[in-house]
């Protein structure tokens, strides 16, 4: 009676009647007789180390594809790093300003960074940058001249009583003109507005040292004193301060506190 039992064989016989075939010094039947093994049985096992080796370098190449695709993720992460301190440095420098003030923060020539990332820091619209505003008229300037000049004799003049002097002096004006041009020249009407005279209590009380003194020396009282001369195009502040006694300027100075931004 025949044997029904299924013979078993290790790995590496395996892989040494499979490399032993891949070879192919001897034919299969020669390989067959050799091992005592059918042919169908070693065509099978060197298909299987075949297609192993091909997994292999299969493997390989993915596991080296996924290393550069990895490091190529991680340089690009540090370089997005870098611009980010970069974009923060600068931030932290420019962030507590005003409008005028952050767009004149924008670096032009240097560019760190794109005009339009340093607009979205510092909350300002690309278009902003490149507008040049006009100014104010000949005519305007003429008619604000007028206006100054007049705020000279009648301070407590507003907007109304404004237009209706110079509707008087042949100026063809309305009130809304009037109001704008002197909100831009920072001109309010000077009135009496109600409790000025109400002392804060928890403001601190200096005396009046010159009460009752009296001055008969030089550089006993030095005082000083603000005022501005109108110019072509706006006004210029001028600060002194002034020996009481002698009224000798000790110091003055003019700088340019105001400059029209229709010049």
């Not at 909350?123 to 008229?137: I, V």
């Not at 006993?220 to 210029?236: A, C, R």
């Amino acid at each position: 009676m025949k044997d029904s039992k299924r013979r078993k064989f290790k790995a590496d016989f395996k892989a040494q009647v499979a490399l032993e075939a891949v070879k192919e010094r001897k034919t299969l039947a020669e390989l067959a007789q050799q091992f005592n093994l059918h042919p169908n049985q070693i065509s099978t096992w060197k298909g299987l180390l075949l297609s192993s080796a091909t997994g292999i370098f299969q493997e390989t190449s993915k596991g080296q594809e996924e290393k550069q695709a990895f490091d190529e993720e991680r340089s690009r992460l540090y370089e997005q790093i870098g611009k980010l301190q970069v974009e923060l440095e600068w931030l932290k420098k420019n962030i507590n300003a005003s409008r005028a003030v952050r767009q004149d923060c924008v670096d032009r020539p240097e560019r760190p960074f794109s005009l339009s990332r340093q607009c979205e820091l510092l909350s300002l619209h690309k278009s902003g940058l490149y507008y040049q505003p006009k100014g104010e008229s000949e005519q305007n300037l003429q008619l604000m001249r007028k206006i100054d000049e007049q705020y000279l004799k009648t301070p407590f003049a507003g907007y109304r009583m404004m237009n209706e002097l110079l509707r008087r002096q042949g100026e063809m004006v309305n009130e809304k003109r009037v109001r704008r041009l002197m909100r831009l020249m920072g001109l309010v009407a000077i009135y009496a507005k109600p409790d000025l005279s109400k002392a804060n209590k928890a403001h601190k009380k200096y005396p009046y040292l010159l009460r009752n003194m009296l001055i008969n020396q030089v550089n006993q009282v030095w005082s000083s004193d603000i005022t501005y001369i109108p110019m072509k195009n706006g006004f210029l502040y001028l600060v002194a301060v002034m020996d009481w006694y002698s009224r000798y300027v000790l110091s003055w100075s003019c700088p340019t506190a105001w400059k029209a931004v229709f010049a």
